[in-house]
């Protein structure tokens, strides 16, 4: 397991920006062949996937809601997942967690598998405000 520490949460207005950033720290990880995640949960809504990014070859995937908003990066060096994430809007006031699996394919499903990742932090609270 991937040890996972979300920071970089806060409080904006409609049409800020924040950056999210994920350290990952243990013995056994990798820097090939993983698949990383952000996840968001909004009160009274299920976890959804917000963005993943596969370690090998950096292919990248965005649910509709946020696509031209949100950017996902890893710098392997530092062993840090980052969620750029510009135009805020009230609708995206959630709990962010980021997630990590060795299973590089979860980075090529049609759709988020919230069961495909092992690893979770303990989640970065943003909230927008109108």
């Known amino acids: 397991q991937v040890q996972l520490t979300e920071s970089g949460g806060g409080s904006v207005q409609a049409g800020g920006s924040l950056r999210l950033s994920c350290a990952a720290s243990n013995s056994g990880y990798t820097n090939t062949g993983y698949c990383w995640a952000w996840f968001r949960q909004a009160p009274g809504k299920e976890r959804e996937g917000v963005a993943r990014?596969?370690?090998?070859?950096?292919?990248?995937y965005y649910v509709d809601s946020v696509k031209g908003r949100f950017t996902i990066s890893r710098d392997n060096a530092k062993n840090t997942l980052y969620l750029q994430m510009n135009s805020l809007k009230p609708e995206d006031t959630a709990i962010y967690y980021c997630?990590?699996?060795?299973?590089?394919?979860?980075?090529?499903?049609?759709?988020?598998?919230?069961?495909?990742?092992?690893?979770w932090g303990q989640g970065t609270q943003v909230t927008v405000s109108s």
């Open positions: 990014i596969a370690t090998s070859g950096g292919s990248t």
């Open positions: 997630a990590a699996t060795p299973a590089s394919s979860s980075c090529y499903r049609p759709q988020f598998v919230r069961g495909d990742f092992g690893s």
